[in-house]
């Protein structure tokens, strides 16, 4: 009785593989698509935060609920006017400022300013400055200025501000083409981190209290 017990638990088990293995798919489908994927670095544009072939986790989920915020990396659909090739598509950079912010470069000091709030940007890379030209802006609705870390080796808002004439529709990223928050550098394993913000972002006020100022 046992046996016959054994080989019947057996044979269940083979024919229900073919669809946990199918739920397993689908899931992993499901999490890809809406939840979390893998993006890789492919080139130098966020060093030393990011180097080439680190590879990322990206939260697709969080702004669903909310827009991305100042200090935060994610990853964009860039604007077609950015690529170098047609398939140089998914961009990720910082975001410097928000709708409604001035983002100016730079004070006395050299530090680009967000709404007269100066940043202190360690995660530099060493020797940038922290714009290579100066720049005054104010970003507009529905849209996000953002930055590489190695400022003077990245195509980002500011490269794009001035390769367009200066025009800031063509300088900033629409909200709408975030994929989403870059939260852990997850290989090399040597190098895992979680990407926070850094704590000089606590410190810029909203655009209607600067206007105030």
């Given at each position: 009785m046992i046996d016959e017990q054994t080989k019947s638990s057996k044979g269940s088990f083979w024919k229900e593989l073919p669809i946990l293995l199918g739920v397993a798919i689908i899931?992993?489908?499901l999490v890809r698509q809406f939840?979390?994927?893998t993006f890789f670095i492919p080139s130098g544009s966020m060093e030393e935060t990011l180097l080439v072939d680190d590879r990322v986790l990206v939260n697709k989920l969080v702004y669903d609920f909310r827009t991305p915020e100042r200090g935060e990396i994610i990853v964009?659909?860039?604007?077609?006017s950015w690529r170098n090739t047609p398939e140089h598509e998914d961009y990720i950079k910082r975001?410097?400022?928000?709708a409604g912010d001035r983002v100016v470069c730079c004070d006395p000091q050299g530090r680009i300013q967000v709404n007269g709030?100066?940043?202190d940007e360690p995660y530099v890379y060493p020797g940038n400055r922290m714009a290579p030209e100066e720049f005054d802006i104010t970003v507009p609705e529905g849209r996000l200025w953002v930055?590489?870390?190695h400022r003077e080796a990245s195509g980002d808002s500011?490269?794009?501000y001035n390769n367009h004439g200066q025009n800031i529709e063509e300088a900033t990223v629409p909200v709408d083409a975030v994929i989403g928050r870059a939260f852990v550098l997850f290989w090399p394993f040597n190098r895992t981190t979680w990407?926070?913000?850094p704590e000089t972002f606590s410190g810029v006020p909203a655009p209607s209290a600067a206007a105030g100022r």
């Open positions: 899931v992993a489908f939840v979390v994927q964009f659909v860039s604007p077609e975001v410097i400022g928000v709030h100066p940043l930055m590489g870390d500011l490269a794009n990407l926070t913000v």
